[in-house]
């Protein structure tokens, strides 16, 4: 079945620094999508991708989706005390009726 | 405001004892999911359903039983059979517009404990 996964799993980073994080699917997807869930809270959607090679900014946050639409990053420039959180991608596919979830990477910013 | 309601916030389970999780949306959405989730861990799939009266198992149905009678209600049971029911609980919902896999909102999640 369909996989999807992060890297790294932890990320420390010093207040100023910039971090980056990888989503690899098993499978050719039709989008990929991105969440923050702050500790104790809930995931939120940040953004959605859909088109090969394409990237969108929020801010400081950077996204790309690969051009054979198995791979996505998220790249943070300058990370905040506020940026601290997990980071979900999900995966959907045209076949499937749901998204599938990478195990997220978690995010530490030291001030 | 529209969204996602959950309760209770917090739950208990005594052993043996069946427990039901609510959620409730405003969103209008026709898919609605829950999740699982373990400390320091992923989000890993329970039931989903993409319309009224039709639900399919995730990848840890086992233990956990859903209705969706109501377009705006999918409640969880988690039954006397889940023997580790100790983790947070996440309910989302999804439109269906533009095809499969559309972006999820969450609810704010119960945290059940066993006693």
């Known amino acids: 079945g369909q996989q999807v996964m992060q890297i790294p799993q932890y990320q420390h980073v010093q207040e100023g620094e910039d971090f980056t994080t990888y989503c690899n699917s098993s499978?050719?997807?039709?989008?990929i999508q991105w969440y923050k869930q702050r500790p104790g809270g809930h995931p939120v959607f940040l953004i959605q991708l859909v088109k090969s090679g394409e990237v969108k900014k929020q801010k400081r946050l950077t996204f790309q989706f690969g051009e054979a639409k198995k791979n996505s990053s998220l790249h943070i420039t300058a990370t905040q005390t506020t940026d601290v959180g997990t980071y979900f991608c999900a995966g959907g596919e045209t076949s499937y009726d749901k998204v599938i979830f990478g195990p997220g990477t978690s995010l530490s910013v030291i001030p | 405001d529209g969204g996602i309601t959950q309760s209770p916030k917090y739950l208990f389970r005594k052993e043996g004892q069946n427990v039901t999780l609510s959620c409730e949306q405003n969103?209008?959405?026709?898919?609605m999911y829950w999740y699982r989730q373990d400390p320091g861990q992923g989000l890993r799939l329970i039931y989903y359903s993409q319309i009224v009266n039709d639900f399919q198992k995730g990848d840890i149905a086992e233990g956990y039983s859903v209705s969706r009678e109501k377009k705006e209600s999918f409640p969880l049971t988690v039954t006397s059979a889940q023997k580790n029911p100790t983790a947070f609980y996440l309910c989302?919902?999804?439109?269906?517009?533009?095809?499969?896999?559309?972006?999820?909102?969450f609810g704010d999640g119960t945290r059940l404990s066993i006693l």
């Open positions: 969103l209008n959405h026709d898919a």
């Open positions: 989302a919902s999804s439109t269906r517009t533009g095809g499969a896999g559309q972006p999820q909102h």
């Open positions: 499978t050719t997807l039709s989008n």
